[in-house]
């Protein structure tokens, strides 16, 4: 076997697609900028305990043992390094961080999966009103229509909604957690046979609907309506007829819907979720919510926070997708000439210059990069 | 708005020749599937489905992967490939067992570590590790049985229908462990961006599999 193949899971990223998520990233930071977010960039590497909130799934740590003996981890996520560098640092707060950095999950080993991932995201941390919630979507809002030609589907959520109706049909907590296991993974078989136990309960009809409550904002808050909830979910469906209610006025050509019946991306929301997709995508775009005691675990007070990661490498493949590919030209020209193809590169975006010596020289570079040959000596050389 | 079609990977064999009978009843024309020869892919002109036929593991791969939006596969291959899709429909078919087997000598209190046959690594760490007990697994890819018979393991996990391979090989049954069936499974995301025809599919689907079969009237 050749000794310097990739590691499984790695790739190399060139040509259009490199080019594709550099602009990506380069709005995608001029964005943030534009909204007065601060930069902030952490180590690839940072202790395992940072992440032991973190919820991998099927996903495996990087895992190296530094000199001393302590166990590090190359990063699965972003959000966790700025909590730990906001316990560690008297950076004062509130405080709206942005970044844009490689995060490593070691997936199943030939599955076609990529172990190193390319995340944009913000952090609004000290932040406890729902405008947080409201920028974050409003930048989700702005970006996808910046970055993609596909039309992106909003997903709200919350992240304590099915834990308290759950809680209200029994205090058995393995009960609880078998049932949103079955829930949330929509493992309905045995969804049905643990919530039989509940059919004789005005709420059994709720139970039954309850894997399909996603979809149209009318549809499910019509659903919920009907349903005999317990009084502790008001306040998380009272936030969501309001966030609802807002994106329809303020940006009313965005797609919403409401899942109620998913689980959080991350164990550590508190609040409102949201997700985003296209119907192009084989994933969530972008993902984020209100993570209000996240900060608990790396220090004693509390923050109120709100964060979104942006999935570049989905944001990336369905741009590249739509480009449509302009012919390569490549310019021959004397060294005099230089200010003239100078002038020539700024306005023609497909366009690089030849380094050849001489004309036969131009003619077989552009035949191997099949690309244009504009020769701008006009057939007349200073060699 | 062009047409939203669905792609569903079935399981090639025995679960494909037990599946396209429920679909047929379900109004899905299969007539493709029937007459495939040696095709693979099936593109239908008359609904909005695609068929794909694979391995059972590969389904919960393309599955995994976007590349399918529906899988049905028996829930013994989405279990040891640690499916995370959605499985929204017990059809009712492929049923059979996992089993702990071995020859009549064996002792499965013996106090001391076992060797363990199985082409199911993970469902066979669970269930000794449920049962306290620590055991060396030896992945084999077929004809498990011959496992116990040759000296190369103490004893198999497996999937068994009816005991009769097991019986044939001289075999006896220990334990029963975990029951499995075909299942319909949906990508996650496919969900989101086809709720409606998937839910029609399974929808009737479910209402196929909850008919009463003609034993059951008898």
């Not at chain 1, 005999?228 to 309001?242: E, F, G, H, N």
């Not at chain 2, 929204?88 to 089993?99: A, E, N, P």
């Not at chain 2, 046959?117 to 469902?123: E, F, H, S």
Request: with cysteine.
């Amino acid at each position: 076997m050749l000794k310097h193949l990739l590691p499984l899971g790695t790739r190399d990223e060139f040509g259009t697609r490199a080019r594709t998520k550099q602009h990506l990233i380069a709005v995608i930071q001029a964005h943030f900028k534009q909204r007065g977010l601060a930069p902030i960039a952490t180590p690839l590497l940072e202790n395992e305990a940072v992440f032991d909130q973190y919820q991998m799934g099927n996903y495996q740590l990087y895992r190296l043992l530094s000199n001393n003996g302590r166990t590090l981890v190359l990063r699965p996520d972003l959000t966790l390094p700025i909590a730990r560098f906001i316990s560690a640092t008297n950076v004062p707060l509130p405080q709206k961080f942005c970044y844009v950095g490689d995060i490593f999950r070691v997936s199943r080993q030939l599955s076609g999966s990529y172990n190193q991932m390319t995340q944009a995201g913000i952090e609004l941390v000290g932040y406890a009103s729902l405008k947080a919630e409201l920028e974050c979507l409003t930048i989700a809002n702005q970006l996808s229509a910046e970055l993609i030609a596909d039309a992106v589907e909003i997903e709200l959520g919350d992240a304590q909604f099915a834990q308290r109706v759950v809680a209200s049909l029994t205090d058995n907590e393995n009960n609880q957690q078998e049932i949103l296991a079955a829930l949330f993974d929509k493992q309905l078989p045995r969804y049905a046979e643990l919530i039989a136990t509940y059919q004789d309960q005005p709420i059994y009809d709720f139970l039954q609907a309850w894997p399909r409550l996603f979809g149209r904002p009318v549809e499910i808050f019509a659903q919920l309506d009907a349903a005999p909830l317990p009084a502790s979910v008001q306040p998380s469906l009272q936030r969501l007829q309001t966030v609802v209610d807002w994106m329809q006025r303020t940006m009313p050509e965005q797609a919403v819907s409401i899942d109620l019946s998913s689980q959080a991306p991350q164990k550590y929301y508190t609040g409102l979720t949201f997700r985003g997709y296209s119907t192009a995508g084989a994933g969530y775009l972008f993902s984020g919510g209100r993570y209000d005691k996240l900060l608990t675990n790396f220090q004693a007070q509390a923050e109120p926070a709100v964060g979104m990661g942006l999935n570049v490498d989905l944001l990336t493949t369905l741009a590249t997708k739509q480009q449509t590919s302009l012919a390569k030209q490549l310019l021959y020209f004397d060294p005099e000439q230089w200010p003239q193809a100078e002038a020539y590169l700024a306005q023609q975006p497909n366009a690089s210059l030849s380094l050849a010596d001489d004309l036969a020289g131009a003619q077989a570079e552009a035949q191997r990069l099949n690309a244009e040959l504009i020769d701008l000596t006009g057939g007349v050389t200073n060699d | 708005m062009t047409e939203q079609r669905l792609k569903i990977a079935l399981t090639k064999g025995r679960v494909e020749k037990q599946v396209l009978p429920l679909l047929e009843q379900a109004g899905v024309d299969c007539s493709q599937v029937r007459n495939k020869q040696r095709r693979l892919i099936f593109d239908s002109e008359t609904q909005p489905y695609e068929f794909i036929l694979a391995k059972g593991p590969d389904v919960t791969t393309f599955l995994e992967r976007g590349a399918a939006d529906i899988g049905i596969v028996g829930n013994d291959i989405l279990t040891e490939h640690q499916s995370t899709q959605y499985e929204l429909l017990d059809l009712g078919i492929g049923k059979c067992q996992f089993v702990l087997a071995s020859t009549a000598d064996f002792d499965p209190v013996a106090p001391r570590r076992k060797i363990i046959g199985t082409k199911y690594p993970l469902i066979t760490q669970r269930y000794f590790d449920q049962l306290g007990q620590d055991v060396e697994i030896v992945k084999i890819e077929g004809s498990v049985e011959l496992a116990p018979l040759t000296g190369l393991a103490d004893a198999i996990v497996d999937i068994t229908e009816t005991g009769t391979t097991i019986r044939e090989n001289h075999l006896q049954i220990y334990d029963y462990l975990q029951p499995v069936s075909t299942r319909l499974v949906v990508n996650r995301l496919s969900l989101k961006q086809h709720q409606a025809a998937i839910f029609d599919l399974v929808d009737r689907l479910a209402a196929v599999v909850a008919e009463p079969k003609p034993k059951e009237l008898a």
